[in-house]
């Protein structure tokens, strides 16, 4: 690994999913010396994320980033499943789904060019204070320490253990190859699809590619047995999304994320540490709110720096702003994964699914 130069900025960004780069577009613009290091060298394709909701394209569009760039298709309906009840319902506005590499791949190049000073291959593996240790031994000392690590924890500031629950939630992806039939069945919504003890969502990315998220909790996976025989069960017990299964030529490898602590948030920060994205609050993934976390807490943090590169207060400010947004999420995940999934779903009018997609947003 490539030994990292000494840091004449006076701030560092670690992590350079969207958060990070939202966080570096806004120092960048505002001519704050900076570093974003980012442990992969390559653009990789990671799991979560997937789906942008109108407000979040606003943000990017303030960015630098046109929806077009991303997906030219647009999302325009959601429809949930459980049992055998569906009801469908109009998002509030457009939204669209994205693969990760292809929004991390534009942001990152976003940042680059408003002069954004990027360093990849450097993996931060523990902090202390505001120092930064790397993979190779180096030690990167800066006055504030932007942490945009997504769910992978770091040494020194890992979220607590009992965030994840006594039964941990784990984020499984799929990704079923293009289709002339899931095409059809898919243009134009997002999928949710509902079961006890977890739940599935599925849309069109902009290659044409279906991808399948699933929130789990270990219990029910340890009962199928592995990711695999997992996808099977759950395809024979839910007639939907088996015929989405069964549309597909082929299923990609199951890859997966563990101990999710859904419902989190920080509401402080040691001085000098600023919490970004996930590592400020994981909002539970059915509200499809990721990414909007990730770009708004990015946004925010630089515009906060450039007033006052103290930032006090700043973390328990944003995670009152992402209250209600992950309260609603976080009491529609429970009815969901339990028993009452198809009871609600059969009481649930359009005007109250629609409602709730709009609580569920990070207000601006």
């Known amino acids: 690994m490539r030994r990292v130069p000494a840091v004449n900025a006076k701030a560092l960004i670690v992590g350079g999913g969207p958060a990070g780069a939202a966080c570096a577009i806004g120092l960048a613009r505002a001519g704050f010396p900076h570093l974003l290091v980012e442990r992969a060298r390559e653009t990789g394709d990671a799991i979560c994320g997937g789906f942008l909701s109108w407000r979040t394209l606003d943000r990017l569009a303030a960015l630098g980033i046109e929806a077009d760039a991303l997906n030219p298709e647009r999302l325009t309906q959601v429809r949930l499943f459980a049992g055998q009840r569906t009801a469908t319902a109009a998002l509030p506005r457009p939204a669209l789904a994205v693969s990760r590499q292809r929004l991390d791949t534009l942001l990152l190049a976003r940042a680059a060019a408003e002069g954004a000073t990027i360093e990849r291959g ?114 024979n017990d839910l007639p939907a999304l088996g015929d989405r299964l069964a549309r597909a030529d082929s299923a990609g490898p199951v890859d997966a994320i563990a101990n999710v602590p859904y419902g989190w948030r920080a509401h402080d920060a040691p001085a000098g540490i600023v919490r970004l994205g996930d590592q400020a609050g994981v909002i539970p993934s059915l509200a499809g709110e990721g990414m909007g976390i990730a770009i708004a807490s990015g946004m925010a943090a630089a515009g906060a720096y450039a007033r006052d590169a103290t930032m006090i207060g700043w973390q328990p400010r944003f995670a009152r702003r992402l209250a209600r947004p992950m309260g609603v999420a976080s009491l529609v995940r429970r009815v969901v994964e339990s028993r009452l999934a198809a009871p609600a779903l059969f009481a649930a009018r359009p005007a109250l699914i629609e409602a709730l997609a709009r609580l569920t947003r990070v207000a601006s």
């Open 122 to 235: 450097v993996a931060v593996r523990a902090i202390e204070g505001t120092q930064a240790r790397t993979a190779d031994g180096a030690t990167l000392s800066v006055d504030t320490l932007f942490l945009a690590s997504g769910k992978h924890d770091i040494r020194g500031l890992a979220r607590p253990a009992d965030a994840r629950g006594r039964d941990p939630t784990l984020g499984l992806r799929v990704r079923l190859p293009a289709s002339a039939a899931l095409t059809h069945l898919l243009t134009g919504a997002i999928e949710l699809h509902l079961f006890p003890g977890g739940y599935a969502g599925l849309c069109l990315q902009e290659d044409g590619s279906a991808n399948l998220c699933m929130a789990v909790h270990r219990s029910r996976l340890d009962d199928a047995g592995n990711p695999e025989q997992l996808l099977t069960r759950l395809g």
